[in-house]
């Protein structure tokens, strides 16, 4: 019999598998954090670094994320590895780019398809991705929590794919205390780079 853990993580890899799809730009799945999650998150906002890249198989990128964090906040190390295992099984991509990043600014605010194949987005604290199918007449947003994967320009057959653009949430025009996100990348290592991609601060 398969472990509740076990079976968990290939209910996720079918339920995000469907991204391969020749037509399918974009899979969204809402996924409660828990309070002990969560605590942790708030804990490497007050104590991480502003932005953490890791490189490399899994294990290497666990002992780079291990030795750069809070020791109070492995729980989230913990569940950025099974999100990086989940996108590795399904993208085939062995030699991965994390980044763990803390947003306060109105980062990345137009709507644009990233250079890239695949990329799996969780935001922790705050506002997820937003993402639009008619050129920003209708705006979707992902609620802290959700597993977005993203085609990007470099996916085989993506010009043939549905035509999704994506941008980050603008925050100057929310709430104080909501201008804040914890922000998970996860995409291949050899993916071109963003402004700002591949600095540790």
């Not at 991509?93 to 969780?122: A, G, P």
């Not at 949430?169 to 998970?184: A, F, Q, V, Y």
Request: include cysteine; glycine fraction near 6%; charged fraction near 20%.
């Amino acid at each position: 019999m398969l472990s509740c853990t076990t079976r968990n993580h290939l209910e996720q890899i079918s339920a995000f598998r469907s991204i391969l799809s020749p037509h399918r730009s974009l899979v969204f799945h809402p996924q409660k954090i828990s309070s002990p999650l969560l605590q942790a998150a708030n804990t490497y906002l007050s104590e991480g670094l502003s932005l953490l890249v890791a490189r490399g198989s899994l294990s290497e990128i666990e002992e780079q994320l291990e030795a750069n964090s809070p020791a109070t906040a492995r729980l989230l190390i913990s569940d950025v590895l099974d999100l990086a295992k989940m996108y590795g099984d399904i993208s085939g991509h062995q030699n991965l780019r994390i980044r763990l990043e803390k947003i306060t600014t109105d980062s990345c605010r137009k709507f644009h398809v990233d250079c890239i194949d695949l990329r799996l987005l969780r935001t922790y604290v705050g506002p997820g991705v937003q993402w639009t199918s008619d050129n920003g007449s209708s705006v979707h947003e992902a609620p802290a929590g959700a597993v977005v994967f993203l085609k990007g320009k470099h996916f085989p057959g993506w010009e043939n794919a549905e035509t999704i653009l994506h941008r980050s949430p603008p925050l100057s025009s929310r709430p104080t205390e909501e201008r804040i996100r914890l922000l998970l990348t996860i995409d291949h290592a050899s993916a071109c780079l963003d402004g700002g991609f591949d600095m540790v601060a």
